[in-house]
């Protein structure tokens, strides 16, 4: 249906405690503009109703709006709508994981005139998500986009254009996207509509889900120190004291003495029994301190609700103070102001307080409100307010009540809308008047019992994972219950629930917010035949000869043949209940968006390994709501993110895949170099109609197995395909190993980086030679991935075992060429001075270390972590060519001359290199974008040759003379010559998944699928000495008529001498790597190209 809003001021508003509360979480880079989006949509909030004293007015500096929440109306319904900024600053780290979870929607967003906080949507937020496992839908937002369309004005393409955007959201199971800027309030609003219809959605379903895992539970103040104070605690002020501690510039709007004077109202008793103001109302002004709130110290109730308050600190001076409503600021921590004498009511609702805090100082405390918080774990914070009558913890993030509450006297606790599986310890509230847990993840409430809580009178459960009528039987012996609410709970929808429910708590006055009528009860006792055998026995006493009829419409018999027919059993709906997934469905194959999301997802965990490790998991889903089945048509895009992952299990249960679907996965085991050994189809029909088929052509002698239970074969079948032998765990024990060696090869090849990045650009082509290297004694020589100085240093300690040795009025060692060197004490401190240069060129700090830049690792190892005036690195100093003399300064570095000729050497073997090879292998007619030459000269060049390699001594084979064809689609290499496609662009950055993306572009009038053949090669354009890339499977691409599509792919570098490719234009060659068995992993193809070595003299 159509949404029906009206935007509210949700101040100086009362809402029913029952309402919901939709949390929109933003995520993405600092500075890209929320704070601008927040305060459009909140000026729109504000605008209906009291326009004239809105705070966020243009004329005010804008500080950041980490917090926002507004009323909108929902069905017809209030619901709160809460927004969550700021979640890359370092005061987010305590509440993020609660705030990401408790996250109905998380809009993640970019600037749309910065590409480098788009590809953080890919590289950071996405893996966040997926890495907490959180559930929530994401919608994608460009801010600022009319930016974009002022640069393509002016000129300026430097923007993220709407299409890639787009594919990104189509790739990784977006909900949508969509571009807004403030200065158009109304896209502001469409943004907004279209994260309310995705938080919604998942609101009524988010029931289905089990609660998440939560980390170890904070440390909270309370289980720490005896006594509440605000003072710094070691290590925790880190957090709190830069957030509270504001400069002139930070504090945009102090508190004036006027406008508290306005909000002084209601005379009363001071303490110095003299009439004066006690109430101040300072609701609504954006303030940011109140430090001149000091001097009115006779206040007794005080409204600071609704700013962009940090600090309370100011609050110490009002000793009288008895009620505070600070709700709807920016605290994040309870304790950020010294306790008043007499403190009862506290309101500190929607702020962003991580933890409870301590709370026993205020010993007279009746009511705390810490309402849409980000509280994690209830501490010990309470236990000394024996005052304490009401405490509402609703909308936090909490998964236990632990027992800390004991002792508590409290008559109303609302714990609406947290995480919580199981009621125990509330149980302890023996005074417990009130109970609100809506929203949660319970499936039981046997942990209330009467005799603990005899005095329960309201209990609201809606919205809950309760199926059992049983739970209902629990609460008949809570004598002054008198109001229950229920719905919505699987249990709800059993038949004649009301009546059900009645029957047994017959005392209720009120049911799922609906009033228990005269007509119901009778309703009831007509169902279950209060009277019946009564009436039986006056019609035979009446009627001796006649037989008595029950002629009831609905009876207790009746409703339990109901239950039967409907749910399988007496008395329980179920887990899930039996209501269908009712929102509409998009595609082919058909699925919801968030089922899509949800597969979406696990492609890319694919991709990424799999979740769990290993593991491509198809089949198993957090809640009903996600669950799918795999069809005909996922599998290229399954198997291809299978090869890319590593996977080792494929699990794809009840599949709606066809026999030719099943196949395709045995061609594929027994075609691509992958480490899928296991595949699991447990319940897929489809199997049962290839029969014998499956043990002729499935590879049960690689040590593979195939899991096809509930398909409808026989059993000996099933049993052969499980292949439950040894080579089964080996062929699984194997892979694994191999995924655990890549992941630590790609490990070190990352650490290495910067050592390969610095190599490369030295031997750049250029005008005149760079700069000179240092020697191998410079720490810039040890970073990860250079042997030559750990060599270099071994030589040096066997001809100097004793390192550079101290005989008393000199030093000596023994140099490079044999010589012995006696070093005087002037030399000696020479030598010494050039070490402290050294290390000052590296960007140590001599004086203060920390503050330096810290040295390699390995350097450390070799030297000591304070390496100054060290005997080994002294002597290896000169064993390297440092001479203790004045007369050279900084010859730690190497000599000019001397590496301006091995330079110009070196450029001058790769320029004849290039020009041979682009002679033989470029000269002919290749088709348009496919070339060689810079290929074998590359090769050529890394293996230290003067001349051009044969490529069979690399593996490669020449495509135009020996091709197999693909089992799908065109070769891309005959497509090319064909002229059906053409190369628009081919691009190679970093390594790893989708480090390669093609782009080809269809001249044909036919549909065409094209396929990318496994072992493909693509060169670097010029002597960037950055890695050629291959590829180790098969990738198709769908092109529609004359149209261009960009295939991602996985592109396996040669060899870890050179690094990973930077934005690097590419281009396909001739040639393909035959070596079928290595092409699955990188790893391998790394230990088969481990005879390249980079040339020595321009190191």
């Given at each position: 249906?159509?949404?029906?809003?009206?935007?509210?001021?949700?101040?100086?508003?009362?809402?029913?405690?029952?309402?919901?509360?939709?949390?929109?979480?933003?995520?993405?880079?600092?500075?890209?503009?929320?704070?601008?989006?927040?305060?459009?949509?909140?000026?729109?909030?504000?605008?209906?109703?009291?326009?004239?004293?809105?705070?966020?007015?243009?004329?005010?500096?804008?500080?950041?709006?980490?917090?926002?929440?507004?009323?909108?109306?929902?069905?017809?319904?209030?619901?709160?709508?809460?927004?969550?900024?700021?979640?890359?600053?370092?005061?987010?780290?305590?509440?993020?994981?609660?705030?990401?979870?408790?996250?109905?929607?998380?809009?993640?967003?970019?600037?749309?005139?910065?590409?480098?906080?788009?590809?953080?949507?890919?590289?950071?937020?996405?893996?966040?998500?997926?890495?907490?496992?959180?559930?929530?839908?994401?919608?994608?937002?460009?801010?600022?986009?009319d930016v974009r369309e002022r640069n393509k004005v002016t000129g300026d393409v430097n923007s993220v254009p709407q299409e890639e955007a787009e594919e990104l959201v189509k790739r990784f199971g977006g909900w949508g996207y969509l571009e807004c800027s403030a200065f158009f309030p109304e896209t502001v609003q469409m943004v907004v509509d279209e994260a309310l219809t995705a938080a919604y959605t998942y609101y009524r379903l988010q029931w289905q889900l089990h609660p998440p895992e939560v980390a170890s539970p904070p440390r909270t103040a309370g289980d720490t120190k005896a006594s509440w104070t605000a003072a710094p605690e070691e290590g925790y002020e880190r957090l709190w004291l830069p957030h509270e501690t504001l400069t002139v510039a930070d504090d945009h709007v102090p508190v004036t003495e006027d406008q508290i004077r306005e909000g002084l109202s209601q005379l009363g008793d001071s303490c110095t029994r003299q009439h004066a103001y006690v109430r101040c109302d300072l609701m609504a002004m954006n303030l940011t301190s109140l430090v001149k709130i000091r001097q009115w110290d006779q206040l007794q109730f005080l409204n600071v609700s609704r700013n962009r308050l940090q600090s309370l600190e100011p609050l110490g001076a009002l000793r009288h103070l008895l009620h505070l409503n600070a709700s709807h600021n920016l605290l994040i921590r309870s304790e950020s102001f010294t306790a008043p004498d007499a403190l009862e009511t506290c309101d500190m609702s929607y702020n962003m307080l991580a933890e409870l805090g301590d709370w026993k100082v205020h010993r007279y405390l009746r009511e705390l409100n810490l309402r849409g918080n980000y509280i994690s774990y209830v501490g010990s914070g309470l236990k000394g307010n024996h005052e304490l009558r009401m405490l509402d913890l609703s909308e936090n993030f909490i998964s236990k009540m632990q027992q800390n509450l004991d002792d508590l006297e409290l008559r109303t606790l609302n714990l609406a809308q947290n995480k919580l599986s199981s009621l125990e310890g509330v149980q302890r509230l023996s005074k417990l008047h009130c109970l609100d847990v809506r929203h949660n993840h319970l499936t039981s409430i046997s942990a209330l019992k009467a005799e603990d809580i005899p005095r329960l009178r309201k209990l609201r459960l809606s919205e809950n994972r309760i199926s059992q009528m049983r739970e209902v039987d629990q609460l008949a012996s809570f004598a002054f219950l008198s109001e229950l609410y229920m719905h919505p709970n699987p249990v709800s929808q059993l038949p004649q629930y009301r009546a059900q429910v009645l029957h047994r708590l017959p005392r209720l006055r009120q049911l799922d917010n609906q009033q228990v009528t005269p007509e119901e009860r009778v309703k009831t006792e007509v169902i279950y035949g209060a009277d019946v055998e009564t009436r039986q026995d006056i019609f035979e006493q009446l009627l001796p000869e006649e037989t008595f009829v029950d002629r009831r419409l609905m009876t207790e018999a009746l409703i339990s043949q109901l239950e039967v027919?409907?749910?399988?059993?007496?008395?329980?709906?179920?887990?899930?209940?039996?209501?269908?997934?009712?929102?509409?469905?998009?595609?082919?194959?058909?699925?919801?968006?968030?089922?899509?999301?949800?597969?979406?997802?696990?492609?890319?965990?694919?991709?990424?390994?799999?979740?769990?490790?290993?593991?491509?998991?198809?089949?198993?889903?957090?809640?009903?709501?996600?669950?799918?089945?795999?069809?005909?048509?996922?599998?290229?895009?399954?198997?291809?993110?299978?090869?890319?992952?590593?996977?080792?299990?494929?699990?794809?249960?009840?599949?709606?895949?066809?026999?030719?679907?099943?196949?395709?996965?045995?061609?594929?085991?027994?075609?691509?170099?992958?480490?899928?050994?296991?595949?699991?189809?447990?319940?897929?029909?489809?199997?049962?109609?290839?029969?014998?088929?499956?043990?002729?052509?499935?590879?049960?002698?690689?040590?593979?197995?195939?899991?096809?239970?509930?398909?409808?074969?026989?059993?000996?079948?099933?049993?052969?395909?499980?292949?439950?032998?040894?080579?089964?765990?080996?062929?699984?024990?194997?892979?694994?190993?191999?995924?655990?060696?890549?992941?630590?090869?790609?490990?070190?090849?990352?650490?290495?980086?910067?050592?390969l990045n610095v190599r490369a650009e030295r031997l750049l082509p250029r005008g005149e030679a760079p700069e000179p290297p240092p020697l191998l004694c410079h720490p810039a020589?040890?970073?990860?991935?250079?042997?030559?100085?750990?060599?270099?240093?071994?030589?040096?300690?066997?001809?100097?075992?004793?390192?550079?040795?101290?005989?008393?009025?000199?030093?000596?060692?023994?140099?490079?060429?044999?010589?012995?060197?006696?070093?005087?004490?002037?030399?000696?401190?020479?030598?010494?001075?050039?070490?402290?240069?050294?290390?000052?060129?590296?960007?140590?700090?001599?004086?203060?270390?920390?503050?330096?830049?810290?040295?390699?690792?390995?350097?450390?190892?070799?030297?000591?972590?304070?390496?100054?005036?060290?005997?080994?690195?002294?002597?290896?100093?000169?064993?390297?060519?440092?001479a203790p003399t004045k007369k050279f300064k900084r010859d730690f570095y190497r000599k000019k001359d001397d590496w301006q000729a091995a330079w110009a050497d070196e450029q001058r073997r790769m320029k004849e290199l290039l020009e041979k090879a682009i002679e033989e292998y470029d000269s002919g007619d290749a088709a348009l974008g496919v070339a060689s030459g810079q290929l074998i000269a590359h090769l050529s060049f890394l293996s230290g040759s003067t001349e051009l390699?044969?490529?069979?001594?690399?593996?490669?084979?020449?495509?135009?003379?020996?091709?197999?064809?693909?089992?799908?689609?065109?070769?891309?290499?005959?497509?090319?010559?064909?002229?059906?496609?053409?190369?628009?662009?081919?691009?190679?950055?970093?390594?790893?998944?989708?480090?390669?993306?093609?782009?080809?572009?269809?001249?044909?009038?036919?549909?065409?699928?094209?396929?990318?053949?496994?072992?493909?090669?693509?060169?670097?354009?010029?002597?960037?000495?950055?890695?050629?890339?291959?590829?180790?499977?098969?990738?198709?691409?769908?092109?529609?008529?004359?149209?261009?599509?960009?295939?991602?792919?996985?592109?396996?570098?040669?060899?870890?001498?050179?690094?990973?490719?930077?934005?690097?234009?590419?281009?396909?060659?001739d040639f393909y790597v035959d070596l079928e068995d290595l092409l699955g992993s990188q790893a391998l193809i790394w230990d088969h190209f481990q005879n390249f070595k980079w040339p020595s003299k321009p190191t």
């Open positions: 249906g159509t949404w029906q809003r009206r935007l509210r001021a949700n101040m100086a508003m009362q809402f029913d405690p029952r309402d919901r509360c939709l949390h929109i979480c933003m995520l993405g880079d600092a500075g890209i503009g929320h704070s601008s989006f927040l305060k459009c949509y909140g000026a729109q909030a504000q605008a209906g109703e009291n326009a004239e004293d809105f705070s966020f007015m243009p004329d005010k500096p804008l500080c950041s709006l980490q917090n926002l929440v507004a009323m909108v109306e929902l069905d017809g319904e209030p619901c709160r709508v809460r927004f969550t900024d700021e979640a890359s600053g370092s005061k987010f780290d305590a509440m993020r994981e609660a705030a990401i979870h408790a996250a109905h929607v998380h809009m993640l967003c970019f600037r749309a005139d910065q590409p480098e906080t788009f590809a953080s949507i890919r590289q950071q937020w996405l893996p966040t998500l997926w890495e907490m496992q959180a559930e929530a839908p994401w919608l994608l937002v460009a801010l600022a986009a027919e409907q749910f399988g059993r007496n008395g329980d709906a179920g887990p899930f209940g039996c209501e269908p997934n009712s929102d509409p469905t998009y595609g082919d194959p058909p699925r919801t968006k968030l089922q899509m999301a949800k597969f979406r997802q696990r492609v890319e965990q694919t991709r990424r390994g799999g979740f769990p490790e290993g593991v491509a998991n198809f089949s198993e889903y957090p809640a009903p709501y996600h669950s799918n089945s795999a069809y005909d048509e996922d599998l290229a895009e399954t198997l291809e993110a299978v090869a890319e992952g590593g996977c080792e299990e494929l699990w794809l249960g009840a599949a709606e895949i066809s026999p030719a679907g099943i196949r395709e996965i045995i061609a594929f085991m027994q075609d691509t170099s992958s480490r899928l050994c296991h595949i699991d189809l447990a319940g897929c029909s489809s199997a049962a109609l290839l029969g014998a088929e499956l043990l002729k052509s499935f590879p049960l002698d690689r040590g593979c197995s195939i899991e096809l239970e509930n398909c409808g074969l026989a059993d000996s079948t099933v049993a052969r395909l499980r292949n439950k032998s040894e080579d089964v765990s080996r062929a699984l024990n194997q892979a694994a190993a191999e995924r655990r060696r890549i992941a630590q090869r790609l490990k070190d090849y990352a650490e290495m980086k910067e050592f020589q040890w970073l990860s991935g250079s042997t030559e100085p750990q060599k270099a240093l071994e030589g040096f300690l066997r001809a100097n075992p004793n390192k550079l040795m101290d005989a008393g009025d000199s030093w000596t060692m023994s140099k490079r060429s044999g010589d012995k060197i006696h070093l005087n004490a002037d030399q000696f401190k020479v030598i010494s001075d050039k070490l402290d240069d050294m290390l000052t060129d590296w960007g140590c700090d001599l004086n203060e270390p920390s503050k330096g830049r810290a040295l390699p690792p390995a350097f450390v190892n070799a030297f000591g972590a304070s390496p100054s005036k060290s005997p080994k690195l002294l002597g290896f100093m000169i064993w390297e060519g440092v390699k044969d490529p069979s001594s690399f593996n490669l084979v020449k495509v135009s003379e020996e091709s197999p064809q693909p089992r799908h689609g065109e070769d891309l290499h005959s497509a090319l010559s064909a002229g059906l496609v053409v190369v628009e662009e081919i691009v190679a950055d970093g390594f790893g998944v989708g480090n390669l993306k093609l782009t080809l572009r269809s001249l044909s009038s036919e549909p065409l699928i094209i396929t990318i053949r496994k072992g493909t090669v693509f060169q670097q354009k010029s002597w960037t000495h950055r890695s050629d890339l291959l590829t180790g499977l098969d990738y198709m691409v769908a092109l529609l008529p004359e149209s261009s599509t960009t295939k991602e792919m996985l592109g396996h570098s040669f060899t870890m001498v050179c690094p990973p490719p930077s934005c690097d234009e590419m281009l396909i060659t």
